[in-house]
């Protein structure tokens, strides 16, 4: 189809999966993974200046809609990100998203971008940026539980910015382990496939469940977890699916992103609604205490919150202009005389 | 840029301004206003289908970027909309917008569009079908009252769809009302331009008021109403925001989209919290009335509600086939394997 060009102001930068692709192998990978978690970090860090709101869920039979915003006063962004367990089977992603940063002064879009590999970079990133807060200085192996879409990208996060060399996967379906151990070969990590659970907790000082069945689920048993081990838990995200026996909370320590959101979605709606929670922005700015003890069992509660994504676009929208690469979507009318929407209109008649 | 090429399921159609400009000339504006009156109607009688919720919204000095969604369960909308009415002495859009449609079997997005001009044209749409339920019956002449962007869509709308074939029009500022008149023109309207409110409501029997800025102002005082008016009030749409005098309000029966939403955001903002208040949707499904008698003043305290979106980007859905204006957008990562994001991206490494 042949189209009236619009003016410069019309357009919206926009970055699509191949562009996000290309971006991440042209940065790196690991060096991605790192800088995301330092942007993180400098958001959790500035906290309080934050608009907090619990994301805006749509609920159905067999998943939910999500729409996530967030806003520092400057920059607004929000990601809209599905979860639909179901869809594997007919050969879809159970997640997939995409986001946008605006200008808070005007509201205007600044830029859209994928975020499904987006948001599996960033999940990892602030899993593993947790846990250099959290985890054990001296960890060096960690049991990955659930060897889907998302495994890959905490391995190597933990790799990347918690000095893990070790993994041990472990999944129902075996077949999930083989992809992700064929991923992740020549990844500089030992890899060790588990025939069960408990197998791939042995001598693991870092636990990482990530499972996507949308139920009260049991992945982790109260035996199964020793002394001093950090819980990164990131499956239990909506109301109705968690991941860890009731038990295990009540021996951990629990640091969340945002209680209002994590009382409905974490692992934490298995407890009472007073039960004692540290805010992990807190532990960043020195004023709550992360670990302190080397006996101390430590569980993020990972539900994923809308300031990640933000950090995350935020890091997106810096790298644009070295890389080049995105496309301008005419996604905005722009009069020249922004009351004459309708003579831009009519001005544009064939 | 050279960029991998994704399959068929990553694409999500996306209607750009320009193609929304083309499609509006080649459907011709007058039968999509009146396509889209009978959209939003139609959607209005199954009412209590849809998820509701007030709109998202984020508040800041100079203006509000909102979030609009909703969902009949099948399909899933949401709206982008930012009001800045500061905007326009920089050159800008008091309000830019964009809309995603998805499917919530999946999750996933069916179609991504801009909503500058829709809005305008839903917006217009949704007046005029209120007041073919409200206004007076033999309605010929309108006051329109601030001639800003979207003042001409809503004259033509109200042509269209209730017959009016006089509009009366007034700004504070003559040069938004020299605009309007010419853009108007050979549009089938006798145009008279008015040098105050009080002249422009002469021989009116409707009026819609739609000014732009973010206070408490009235526009229309008490003794501009005679009996019998139908007020079409579309400004007054956020806290703090209103175009009329209290006591019009206490003379007028009220008929509102969502009452949650425009108790906060509407001119009933002025009133108590249990004034009351006619649901705009049982007047079209036949179960509360209308305009019940002739001196009775009508008053559709409209703040836009996400259903009339979802409503614009259904109609919109359903002309994509036989128009072509769209492009296919690489919004969604889709690895064969759905667990296998990590080997899509692997796979695709330069």
């Known amino acids: 189809m042949s189209l009236p060009q619009p003016s410069e102001r019309a357009f919206v930068p926009f970055v699509s999966v191949a562009a996000m692709m290309k971006l991440i192998h042209q940065v ?23 608009d907090k709101t619990p994301r805006v869920a749509s609920h159905s039979t067999d998943g ?6 967030t806003s520092d006063g400057a920059l607004y962004s929000f990601k809209y ?6 869809n594997m089977r007919d050969g879809l992603q159970t997640v997939t ?37 959290l985890a054990p200085q001296d960890a060096t192996t960690m049991a990955m539980i659930g060897n889907g879409a998302q495994s890959e990208f905490q391995c190597l996060a933990f790799r990347a910015i918690c000095g893990i060399h070790t993994v041990r996967l472990y999944d129902v379906d075996p077949a999930a382990t083989a992809k992700a151990m064929a991923n992740l070969r020549d990844q500089g990590l030992t890899l060790i496939p588990c ?60 640091f969340v992103e945002f209680p209002p959101q994590t009382r409905v979605e974490g692992e934490i709606q298995q407890l009472d609604d007073d ?30 919150f809308a300031i990640e994504d933000f950090s ?18 005419d996604l905005l009318a722009d009069p020249d005389d922004p009351r004459d929407l309708f003579g831009m209109l009519q001005r544009a008649r064939p």
């Open 312 to 329: 995350a676009l935020r890091y997106i929208r810096d790298r644009l202009e070295e890389t080049g690469l995105y496309q301008q979507l």
């Open 195 to 254: 025939k069960t659970p408990e197998e791939a907790m042995e001598g693991a000082q870092i636990v990482t469940t990530c499972t996507a069945d949308k139920q009260f689920a049991t992945i982790l048993t109260d035996n199964m977890i020793g002394s001093g081990i950090h819980i990164n838990a990131i499956g239990g995200d909506c109301p109705g699916k968690t991941e860890l026996h009731r038990d295990i909370l009540l021996r951990s320590d629990i």
């Open 28 to 50: 790196g990978l690991d060096r991605m993974l790192r800088d995301l978690a330092d942007y993180i970090e400098d958001d959790f860090r500035r906290w309080p200046l934050f």
């Open 97 to 133: 998203a995409f986001g946008l940063l605006a200008d808070v002064a005007t509201g205007y879009p600044m830029l859209l971008s994928e975020m499904t590999l987006l948001t599996a970079l960033r999940t990892a990133a602030m899993s593993a940026m947790a846990a250099r807060h």
């Open 81 to 86: 990100v599905n979860g639909h367990p179901k």
């Open 64 to 69: 939910v809609i999500e729409l996530m915003p």
């Open 275 to 304: 039960h004692p929670v540290t805010e992990l922005w807190q532990v960043i700015a020195g004023t709550a205490p992360g670990r302190t003890a080397p006996a101390q069992i430590t569980l993020f509660d990972s539900v994923g």
